[in-house]
């Protein structure tokens, strides 16, 4: 599965899409975000490599540290920083994604217990 085989190196452009707060108002800050996301949502069709080209706008993708479900409903991913995850996370919180068929992306910090396991 080549999805479990990036790692991607990319520049950070936070830029370029609308900064989005969590559902309660607040921002996850460096000392509670941990550097792996779980990110519920998706819609096919869509392929796994386009899924990771969104995540590396913000930040980068451990070696095996992407994995999504077969039927493509979500992903966790872990960044090499945890810096990488909150801009993600603020990046696509609330996106729709893809534009022309999906629905808002739910993104959570999860533990990195939890995303290890799958």
């Known amino acids: 599965d080549e999805s479990k085989k990036l ?14 707060e969590q559902r309660d108002g607040s921002t996850p800050t460096n000392k509670n975000a941990s550097r792996a996301l ?3 949502g998706f819609v096919r069709p ?14 980068t993708i451990v070696e095996n ?3 999504m479900d077969v ?6 991913v872990i960044f090499e920083t945890a810096e990488n995850a909150i801009d993600t996370r603020k990046a696509i919180n609330g ?5 022309q068929h999906g629905k808002k992306l739910n993104v959570r910090h999860v ?6 396991k799958v």
């Not at 790692?7 to 989005?20: F, H, L, Y």
């Open 65 to 67: 540290g992407f994995w």
């Open 95 to 99: 996106l729709v994604w893809p534009k």
């Open 38 to 40: 779980r990110i519920d």
């Open 46 to 59: 869509l392929t796994p490599k386009a899924v990771i080209k969104l995540l590396t706008e913000t930040g």
């Open 7 to 20: 790692c991607v190196e990319t520049t950070r452009d936070s830029a370029r899409r609308p900064s989005v």
């Open 111 to 116: 533990n990195m217990n939890e995303a290890k």
């Open 71 to 76: 039927i493509r409903t979500h992903c966790y």
